[in-house]
Structures are given as structure tokens and as C-alpha cells.
């Protein structure tokens, strides 16, 4: 029996309208723009009101994405959000985006501890979804974070890292073969869940804690992993990487970004990278650089194109698309 390929039809993204700067930063903290900038790359970050939820930011982003696909919401037939700081500790944020949209019958869940990789992660679960039951036509997929609520803004060491900010894709069905999401690759180590956490939790102190950062061995760490995932689904798919049209990596850190590229041999000019106005989104971080590059620099019919990301757990993966 023939299978559709499931295909990236639109993006969307929010960002808060608040901006945090570098020199907003050093105001109250033992920083500088100079010293941000030249050991992450950052230059600012978005920041969510008080009034904002993230389910808020989420269906903004997914208003844009079925606009842009002249999509009804109620042709939505799934919808994942990855998210580590959902509205509430339940129902899921995913069932308050759909209640914002106003879609009645359509499943809906999160993918939570995934944290920076829970994007990666939400695409994964959807494309197998979509391929395994064919009542499933469309689906949004959503990375969406307010990670400022989990910030300690004494600690310059993680404070200056993180935003706010949703994106997300519409998957859709399409009757032409090898395009679209070609395939997709997770991996996880627990033994490496002290180097990045929250310090909170139900079972723990009964609040969400603050994120606490083992940097050295997260940078040595993402740079191995990103690189290995990158490579894996490279020599899985027999492409090289010369043959890659763009690589959207996880927006953590300029820094990690160009050491991954590197490691894979690939130029500046095949990477978007947005990490210098978003910072690190956590989740929501490559369906925002996707929805960048579409208002930009389109990506083409035909394009290769990579996704790779890496967050607590540690977990990371990597998906490997075929613009259509």
C-alpha cells in the first residue's frame, strides 16, 4: 500500500514584545554586552508579561501557521506541544491551545522533559503518528517556552541564555513520494541528567525550580552529541553533507553552533541562526528559526534540510526533511 509523505506545509512564530538587551542586563548583574555576546553569541532576548501563558505565545504562532496555509482550525486533526513550562501542572497545555483555536475533535497532548530537544522530539511522535493512522491529515506541532519563569536572575550564568517565544508547523499530507520529513532520530543518556535540570518538581519541593548548569560539560557534551546525531542521519540516509541545503540547529549558543557545523563540514552560509535576537528558546527555539528562515531566506522545493537539538536528560536528536 502507498504512503503519503508527511511534509511541512507552513510555520508560524510568536515572540513577547518585552526585549531584553545585554546592557539591560549588566544594570543589575556583574555582566557586559561584550562578554555576553563573545561567550554565546546572544545580544538579546524576548521576555512574556505577567499576563502572558505560554499556551498564549503557542497559539499565536499556530493563528499564523494555518493563515499562512489558508487552513481552517477545524481541519486540525492533532496537536503536540513541547513544552517545560506548561500553563498548568495539568490538563496539558496542548488542550488549552486547542480550546484558544476553538477545535473540538482533535487529539492533543505535550511532550514535556524534553526541555531544548522537546521540539525534535514533538516532530518525531507526529510524523509516526500521521504515518500509522491515516485519519490523521493534519497536525500542529508546537515548541513554545517561557523558560524567564525558570530563571534564578542573580545567576549570570543562566539568566543571560534563555527567552520566551513559540513556533510551530503545520504537518499535511502529500501524495508524492521521498519528500517531506525522510526520517528522524532520537537518543537520551540519563546518566548525564545532573549536568542540566531544574532544582524543583512535585516530587521534589513542590514548585518548578530554577534551572541550574553544568556549562562546560553541556558545551563539550552538545557539541559530541549534535555532531553524532547530524552524522548518524547523514551516513542512515547516504547523503553527505556537502549535499545539505540548510542546517537548523538548536539555538543555544553561537559557539555550539559553529563547532557542530564544523564538526560536520559544513559553511556559515547553510546555517540559520537566530540565536543572537532569541537566545535560547528551549523547545520553541527551531520552529522559530524555521518560521526566520520562511520570512527571510525561503527554504526551496527540494531542499535538504537538517534539524538537530540537544536538551536535559541529556536528549537529543536530529530530523532530516526534504522541503516540499
Same mark, same amino acid.
Given at each position: 500500500?502507498?504512503?503519503?509523505?508527511?511534509?511541512?506545509?507552513?510555520?508560524?512564530?510568536?515572540?513577547?514584545?518585552?526585549?531584553?538587551? =545585554?546592557?539591560?542586563?549588566?544594570?543589575?548583574?556583574?555582566?557586559? /554586552?561584550?562578554?555576553?555576546?563573545?561567550?554565546?553569541?546572544?545580544?538579546?532576548?524576548?521576555?512574556?508579561?505577567?499576563?502572558?501563558?505560554?499556551?498564549?505565545?503557542?497559539?499565536?504562532?499556530?493563528?499564523?501557521?494555518?493563515?499562512?496555509?489558508?487552513?481552517?482550525?477545524?481541519?486540525?486533526?492533532?496537536?503536540?506541544?513541547?513544552?517545560?513550562?506548561?500553563?498548568?501542572?495539568?490538563?496539558?497545555?496542548?488542550?488549552?491551545?486547542?480550546?484558544?483555536?476553538?477545535?473540538?475533535?482533535?487529539?492533543?497532548?505535550?511532550?514535556?522533559?524534553?526541555?531544548? =530537544?522537546?521540539?525534535?522530539?514533538? #516532530?518525531?511522535?507526529? =510524523?509516526?503518528?500521521?504515518?500509522?493512522?491515516?485519519?490523521?491529515?493534519?497536525?500542529?506541532?508546537?515548541?513554545?517556552?517561557?523558560?524567564?519563569? #525558570?530563571?534564578?536572575?542573580?545567576?549570570?550564568?543562566?539568566?543571560?541564555?534563555?527567552?520566551?517565544?513559540?513556533?510551530?508547523?503545520?504537518?499535511?499530507?502529500?501524495?508524492?513520494?521521498?519528500?517531506?520529513?525522510?526520517?528522524?532520530?532520537?537518543?537520551?543518556?540519563?546518566?548525564?541528567?545532573?549536568? #542540566?535540570?531544574?532544582?524543583?518538581?512535585?516530587?521534589?519541593?513542590?514548585?518548578?525550580?530554577?534551572?541550574?548548569?553544568?556549562?562546560?560539560?553541556?558545551?563539550?557534551?552538545?557539541?559530541?552529541?549534535?555532531?553524532?546525531?547530524?552524522?548518524?542521519?547523514?551516513?542512515? +540516509? +547516504?547523503?553527505?553533507?556537502?549535499? #545539505?541545503?540548510?542546517?537548523?540547529?538548536?539555538?543555544? +549558543?553561537?559557539?555550539?553552533?559553529?563547532?557542530?557545523?564544523?564538526?560536520?563540514?559544513?559553511?556559515?552560509?547553510?546555517?540559520?541562526?537566530?540565536?543572537?535576537?532569541?537566545?535560547?528558546?528551549?523547545?520553541?527555539?527551531?520552529?522559530?528559526?524555521?518560521?526566520?528562515?520562511?520570512? =527571510?531566506?525561503?527554504?526551496?522545493?527540494?531542499?535538504?534540510?537538517?534539524? /538537530?537539538?540537544?536538551?536535559?536528560?541529556?536528549?537529543?536528536?536530529?530530523?532530516?526533511?526534504?522541503?516540499?
Amino acid at each position: 500500500m502507498k504512503q503519503d509523505s508527511i511534509v511541512i506545509s507552513s510555520t508560524g512564530s510568536y515572540l513577547p514584545k518585552k526585549v531584553l538587551t =545585554n546592557d539591560d542586563l549588566a544594570q543589575f548583574l556583574d555582566t557586559s /554586552d561584550e562578554w555576553i555576546t563573545q561567550r554565546t553569541g546572544i545580544k538579546q532576548r524576548h521576555i512574556a508579561s505577567s499576563a502572558e501563558m505560554v499556551s498564549d505565545l503557542a497559539a499565536e504562532a499556530c493563528v499564523q501557521a494555518l493563515f499562512k496555509a489558508e487552513v481552517s482550525p477545524s481541519d486540525v486533526d492533532l496537536i503536540i506541544c513541547a513544552t517545560s513550562t506548561p500553563d498548568l501542572t495539568f490538563p496539558s497545555t496542548a488542550a488549552i491551545i486547542q480550546k484558544k483555536l476553538e477545535i473540538k475533535n482533535c487529539m492533543a497532548f505535550d511532550i514535556g522533559q524534553a526541555a531544548c =530537544n522537546g521540539f525534535i522530539t514533538a #516532530l518525531t511522535v507526529g =510524523n509516526a503518528m500521521m504515518r500509522s493512522n491515516p485519519s490523521i491529515k493534519k497536525a500542529l506541532i508546537i515548541g513554545a517556552e517561557v523558560f524567564s519563569r #525558570l530563571l534564578d536572575w542573580e545567576d549570570r550564568s543562566t539568566c543571560i541564555l534563555f527567552g520566551d517565544g513559540a513556533g510551530c508547523v503545520l504537518l499535511d499530507r502529500s501524495e508524492t513520494p521521498n519528500t517531506g520529513i525522510l526520517d528522524c532520530q532520537l537518543y537520551n543518556d540519563g546518566s548525564l541528567d545532573h549536568i #542540566l535540570y531544574a532544582d524543583g518538581g512535585v516530587g521534589q519541593t513542590g514548585d518548578s525550580g530554577k534551572v541550574v548548569m553544568n556549562g562546560r560539560s553541556v558545551f563539550k557534551e552538545a557539541v559530541q552529541k549534535l555532531a553524532q546525531a547530524a552524522e548518524d542521519m547523514l551516513k542512515k +540516509n +547516504n547523503i553527505d553533507a556537502k549535499d #545539505l541545503n540548510w542546517f537548523v540547529p538548536h539555538q543555544a +549558543n553561537a559557539r555550539i553552533i559553529k563547532a557542530t557545523a564544523d564538526h560536520i563540514g559544513l559553511p556559515e552560509e547553510r546555517i540559520i541562526s537566530t540565536v543572537d535576537q532569541h537566545a535560547n528558546t528551549s523547545a520553541a527555539s527551531i520552529p522559530l528559526a524555521l518560521d526566520w528562515a520562511q520570512t =527571510n531566506s525561503p527554504f526551496k522545493k527540494g531542499d535538504l534540510v537538517l534539524l /538537530d537539538a540537544l536538551g536535559a536528560g541529556l536528549s537529543w536528536g536530529a530530523c532530516l526533511i526534504k522541503w516540499a
